[in-house]
């Protein structure tokens, strides 16, 4: 199977907290605590216990191998049921500032050393 993916994944075992986004931006106060399976450049793999809708929006900080933050806006672009019961999750980020996209380029360049 050809990768369609543009930047590499890579491991993240860590728990962070989603923040519900509404149509205009604003937090609705809805969270969900996930745990991440891997990150990218451009987007992250989490498994959770609740039903999350394709399509929508969370706003999340993400604490990365460094243990600095990355702010993040992520986007519900995949779900798929696990035999647990669990989900699994493919999020995009659509909102990300360069900084916090480069400390994962650079830890990135580190791994492949």
Do not use: C
């Not at 106060?29 to 450049?41: A, E, G, H, N, P």
């Not at 986007?75 to 400390?103: C, H, N, W």
């Amino acid at each position: 199977m050809e990768e369609k993916r543009k930047h590499k994944r890579l491991e993240l075992d860590v728990r962070i907290e989603l923040e519900r986004l509404d149509e205009d931006g604003v937090t609705t106060l809805k969270y969900v605590q996930v745990d991440v399976t891997d990150i990218s450049r451009s987007g992250l793999g989490f498994k959770a216990g609740k039903m999350l809708d394709v399509g929508t929006y969370y706003d999340t900080k993400i604490q990365i191998w460094t243990k600095e933050i990355v702010d993040a806006v992520v986007q519900i672009v995949r779900r798929d049921e696990s035999p647990d019961g669990r989900f699994r999750y493919g999020g995009s980020f659509i909102g990300m500032t360069d900084t916090d996209a480069l400390k994962i380029d650079i830890y990135q360049i580190f791994n492949d050393i």
